[in-house]
């Protein structure tokens, strides 16, 4: 335990001043901050189905493509590169702790990103307040979708964890993650597209797509409903990739 | 009361160690060991397994039989207490360039257990080890020269007194001038920890260590005392000489004390003087007396001289001997 709150402290002082952390934060606020504004600005155009955090939350996938991939490439990858992480195992701290703090450290830096974001949502509260026919601000939504983010942000940051784990190239973590992910939010909405009450051979395919529908738990989330599946999903998700992980770090030679 | 670690008669045990990648025999049957306040060499060409050795001593890789324990514990079986008692600093010595020296060194102290409150202690005694705190202390890792990176390697393998310190090529790439710095630094760890110390220095190791451990293709062709080795592989000694007398006036004159010595002419030097080279058994009184021998017996010299044979010379015979006679252990 000591190890691992040595390897945290660390790993967010690096993590703090690092280049590619802030260029990261860049690239994310500029985004959330275009696809919200955007979303304002259709909302006081004419009264929408949706508020614009609604809106804004149903594009996390960008984000979660584009930027996730640049927070967790060089985790591993560039460590193992140079070589300093075999000297960091010749050290009593264990794999696992390793593996942990670098998790951690990574999911909060992508939490605080997100809740960076929180920041468009007030200040357009503060300055339009709840004028006009379309309520611009919706806090219920606001609070649901960063709970979602936060929750499944666990599964999709091991997920770049373990790919940051079986390469030396940061560049491949980052592909191999965008892969990943890009198959784990598409494949729940695919699986729902399909016709499979009319297959029945594909019958047992019903239950997995259920749980996979990534849209479906943020729906879930923003509208306050608690459902243990998503929970569980994710919570086992992440658990199998920071085991694999872990694994990976003990077998890297 | 503190927990006193019983000192193991030894420090570190590579017993039947073997490594195989696929068909690849990295290091085979491997046995050796080192004594607790010990320095040894570990010695071999290219190739010959040293690395491979020395990171399943380390715990950063997995043998594929064997055993190897560090201050008596299993690497394989007790990871984290084998770690405990040793520290190694690999080939190329890899260090974060992004850290400053000081903060490096803190961080690797806490990851080794070593006491907080002791922490900035050790860091402090270290680095004036090593001599960083004047001219490294607050620099950062990536700025500075090969010689100043190798001692901070060196620096955090000692930042956890521990009994067992495994150095693989501590002075590659550095200058005559920073050799003899590291060099004096490992020498000054006699009596305190046990050293492993690869390196393709023969000079330095043979400067350096208390014995030597020589492998070749995977395998042990020798180990013990330089002195012991020379012994072994060079039974004889040897003398150069210049003298007026002929090798067969010499050779008369020594079989009368010895009938094994052999004499042979090595060339001439002018006019009248003779190169010649004695072989005598390493035991033969002759060995100390063969100048005034020959002095008693009217023979004129002008020169003879033993020839030495340094670690480069037991390290070539013995990976010949290897090799011709198919490895031994």
């Known amino acids: 335990m000591r190890h691992f709150r040595t390897l945290l402290a660390h790993e967010l002082r690096t993590a703090f001043f690092s280049w590619n952390t802030w260029a990261a934060a860049g690239l994310f606020l500029t985004l959330m901050g275009t696809l919200h504004w955007f979303a304002v600005l259709e909302c006081s155009r004419a009264p929408q189905a949706w508020t614009p955090v609604e809106a804004t939350f149903r594009l996390f996938w960008l984000p979660l493509l584009c930027v996730l991939p640049l927070l967790t490439m060089r985790s591993f990858a560039d460590e193992r590169r140079q070589g300093t992480l075999s000297a960091l195992l010749t050290t009593p701290a264990s794999a696992a702790a390793i593996v942990w703090a670098k998790f951690l450290s990574a999911w909060l830096t992508w939490s605080l990103f997100w809740i960076s974001f929180t920041l468009f949502p007030l200040l357009v509260n503060l300055r339009l307040g709840a004028s006009g026919d379309q309520a611009l601000y919706d806090s219920s939504a606001l609070m649901g979708g960063l709970c979602f983010i936060l929750v499944s942000g666990f599964l999709h940051v091991s997920i770049g964890i373990l790919c940051s784990c079986i390469t030396r190239s940061a560049t491949l973590a980052a592909l191999l993650t965008f892969i990943t992910l890009l198959a784990l939010t598409a494949i729940g909405g695919a699986m729902e597209s399909l016709p499979i009450e009319s297959w029945a051979w594909l019958g047992w395919l019903r239950e997995p797509a259920a749980h996979l529908r990534t849209f479906g738990h943020l729906q879930d989330f923003a509208s306050g409903i608690l459902d243990s599946r998503p929970l569980v999903l994710y919570a086992t998700g992440t658990l199998l990739s920071l085991g694999l992980a872990v694994l990976a770090v003990e077998g890297q030679e | ?329």
């Not at chain 2, 715990?59 to 201050?71: D, K, P, Q, Y």
């Not at chain 2, 060194?105 to 409150?117: E, G, W």
């Not at chain 2, 003779?274 to 007396?289: C, D």
């Open chain 2, 1 to 329: 009361m503190p927990e006193v670690d019983p000192q193991p008669t030894a420090a570190v045990v590579a017993e039947m160690l073997t490594k195989r990648y696929g068909s690849l025999t990295a290091i085979e049957n491997l046995s050796f060991s080192v004594a607790p306040g010990e320095i040894v060499g570990f010695l071999g060409p290219n190739g010959a397994g040293k690395s491979t050795t020395m990171r399943i001593l380390a715990g950063t890789m997995a043998g594929t039989s064997g055993r190897a324990s560090i201050w008596g514990e299993s690497v394989a079986l007790n990871p984290a207490a084998a770690k405990r008692h040793m520290a190694y600093m690999p080939e190329n010595n890899p260090l974060p360039e992004d850290l400053r020296v000081e903060e490096y060194l803190t961080l690797r102290a806490r990851l080794k257990d070593v006491p907080s409150t002791l922490v900035d202690e050790r860091v402090a005694k270290v680095m004036e080890d090593c001599d960083l705190t004047r001219r490294a202390k607050g620099r950062l890792i990536g700025q500075l020269s090969k010689g100043f990176k190798q001692r901070v390697g060196i620096a955090d393998a000692l930042l956890a007194e521990p009994k067992v310190v495994i150095l693989d090529e501590p002075t590659i790439g550095l200058d005559p001038h920073q050799i003899l710095g590291i060099r004096d630094l490992i020498r000054s760890l006699r009596g305190k920890m046990a050293v492993l110390i690869s390196s393709h220095i023969l000079h330095e190791v043979e400067q350096v260590c208390d014995k030597v451990v020589i492998i070749n293709r995977g395998k042990l062709v020798a180990q013990g005392r330089t002195e012991d080795l020379r012994r072994e592989l060079f039974p004889n000694a040897v003398f150069n000489l210049i003298t007026q007398a002929t090798a067969a006036e010499l050779k008369v004159l020594i079989a009368m004390h010895e009938s094994a010595a052999n004499v042979e002419v090595i060339g001439s030097a002018d006019a009248n003087w003779n190169k010649l080279k004695v072989t005598l058994q390493m035991h033969s009184p002759l060995r100390e007396g063969l100048a005034s021998l020959m002095i008693s017996a009217g023979m004129s010299l002008r020169e003879i001289s033993e020839e030495h044979y340094g670690l480069e010379d037991i390290f070539l015979a013995a990976t010949r001997r290897a090799t011709t006679e198919g490895g031994r252990i």
